[in-house]
């Protein structure tokens, strides 16, 4: 999923307007379930903007880490750089089961982080812009098989149950500043960013 010249723009703007709130940048979490389209979002943000982008994939460990990841996120990134620090987190190697090497997260203006669990509410103090993203599930499901291979696709469906009790329980729909569907368009607020 790509977003459109005009909402990006949109997008850019209210980051851009925003106040930094992680110390002296401006963090823009991506949201929703998987396969929706957040990743590509984020790397159009992370070129717009310019920003880093921070993979919640490369925070979980494994199938079944959603929430140490949303964990890590916290200890790692978001905690050093609010003390004025650097973050700096560890990547999950998915195929190997271990950590792999280091990824420097250096203050800047600008930082996204896209994934599963990246707007967590303990995260809202320190959030310029929180955007949902979101699309049916037969579509997601289809998206992330073709994405990660027939061979997750069980795995992908547990996902999908833990993620949808995560989200729940978050409020995280509820709480964005913006939501699109899976294809780029604006849902909420009705007008364009």
């Known amino acids: 999923m790509s977003v459109g ?21 401006r963090l823009v979490l991506v949201d929703g379930p998987s396969g929706s389209g957040k990743t590509t979002l984020a790397a159009q943000l992370g070129e717009a903007l310019p920003a ?13 880490g959603l929430l140490a990841g949303v964990d890590r996120l916290a200890e790692q990134v978001l905690a050093p750089m609010a003390a004025g620090q650097h973050g700096r987190y ?7 089961g271990a950590y792999a090497e280091w990824h420097d997260v250096p203050r800047a203006p600008y930082l996204v982080v896209e994934g599963c669990g990246a707007g967590a509410r303990r995260f809202d103090e320190l959030c310029t812009l929180l955007v949902w993203v979101e ?11 073709a994405r990660d291979g027939e061979g ?7 996902w999908m149950v833990t993620e949808r009790a995560v989200h729940r329980a978050e ?22 960013p």
């Open 171 to 192: 409020g995280t729909a509820q709480r964005a500043d913006v939501r699109l569907d899976g294809w780029g368009a604006v849902t909420w607020p009705a007008a364009t």
């Open 90 to 96: 560890q990547r999950y190697d998915w195929h190997a």
């Open 5 to 25: 010249a005009d909402v990006l723009a949109g997008l850019v703007r209210r980051v851009r307007e925003g106040v930094p709130r992680l110390g002296t940048t």
């Open 52 to 64: 880093q982008v921070v993979h919640m994939d490369d925070l979980y460990e494994g199938w079944d």
């Open 135 to 145: 699309a049916p599930d037969e579509v997601r499901l289809a998206r992330a098989v």
């Open 152 to 158: 997750a696709e069980e795995h992908l469906r547990a």
